[in-house]
């Protein structure tokens, strides 16, 4: 089998049933790579043995960090905050040979390629308002009203920066630079934890939750970087969508409570060669 660009995220190894999820992801052939868009444990130890044990299994593995693996538990050992828990698990993945966001960006070569891809950085600044607000703090407070509150706001710290907000406009800053010199003679595929689109966002049963899914500082950018598709996770519900005619794809595994009601777990996700017709 030629191999392909697969894509999975959300793996919580934290679950025993996950875990054994886990250990079935192998490739299809030597030349496959796999992205893997986030949240694959809170534990730094977990997040590091994960990643060795595809990276021993794929060609390549890219990732792009979660919420989850930036939060800082009490009982973890690795008890650094913000950007050096970031850089920490970027130093982490460079010893494993995994790519990260801070790595120059890969092209695939294979089936559907040669295609940039870009795994990013890019957090959340509340701008995903809650219905009926206009402002982080109107949001925010109809978040706690309700009792729709991200376990972000106690475990995930954003030293140095005074707010997580602050922190993903330094990161929107820095990663519009970087894709901006992408060679344009590649499309891309754009790989962040969090959706690029508020779109994807609309059919959450708490809609509340949505100003920890994103930015609208982001909204252009499968337009402008040329992507030929978008990869993310976050929300837990696997699906393909088009937005401007760019595929983007929701590639979690999320909770065993979750990926049971869907039956045997679909992952990983085929991202090219494109799985689907181009609407374009």
């Known amino acids: 089998m030629a191999g392909r660009l697969l894509a999975v995220s959300d793996l919580h190894v934290g679950y025993a ?5 886990v250990d079935g992801l192998r490739p299809g052939s030597d030349e ?5 868009a986030g949240d694959v444990a809170e534990r730094f130890a977990d997040v590091r043995a994960t990643l060795a044990l595809l990276r021993d299994r794929f060609a390549t593995v ?4 979660g919420n989850h693996e930036l939060w800082t538990l009490p009982n973890d050992p690795v ?3 913000g950007e050096a828990r970031y850089r920490e698990l970027v130093a982490m993945c460079r010893e494993l040979g995994v790519l990260t966001p801070e790595d120059d960006y890969p092209v695939w070569t294979g089936s559907g ?4 891809v870009a795994p990013l950085f890019v957090l959340y600044d509340y701008s995903f308002h809650a219905p009926g607000t206009t402002t982080k703090a109107e949001s925010l407070r109809r978040a706690y009203d309700v009792g729709v509150v991200c376990t972000d706001e106690m475990l995930l710290h954003p030293d140095p920066y005074p707010s997580r907000d602050a922190w993903c406009a330094a990161r929107l800053r820095s990663t519009e630079r970087r894709l901006a010199a992408v060679d344009p003679a ?3 595929v754009l790989v962040n934890h969090f959706s690029l689109v508020r779109e994807p966002t609309l059919v959450l049963r708490h809609p509340e939750f949505a100003q920890w899914c994103g930015t609208v500082g982001t909204a252009d950018w499968h337009r402008r970087f040329r ?5 993310y996770g976050h929300l837990h519900i696997p699906r393909t969508t088009w937005h401007d005619g760019v595929r983007f794809e929701e590639v979690s595994l999320g909770y065993p409570r979750e990926w049971r009601r869907r039956g045997a777990p679909a992952v990983p996700r085929v991202v090219l060669p ?5 609407p374009r």
Do not use: H
């Open 17 to 21: 049933e996950n875990r054994a999820v």
């Open 32 to 36: 496959d790579w796999l992205i893997v």
């Open 62 to 65: 890219v990732w792009a960090p």
């Open 79 to 81: 008890a650094l905050r």
């Open 113 to 116: 390629g040669p295609v940039t």
């Open 186 to 188: 590649y499309p891309t």
């Open 227 to 231: 992507a030929t598709a978008v990869v």
């Open 274 to 278: 494109a799985p689907v017709p181009d």
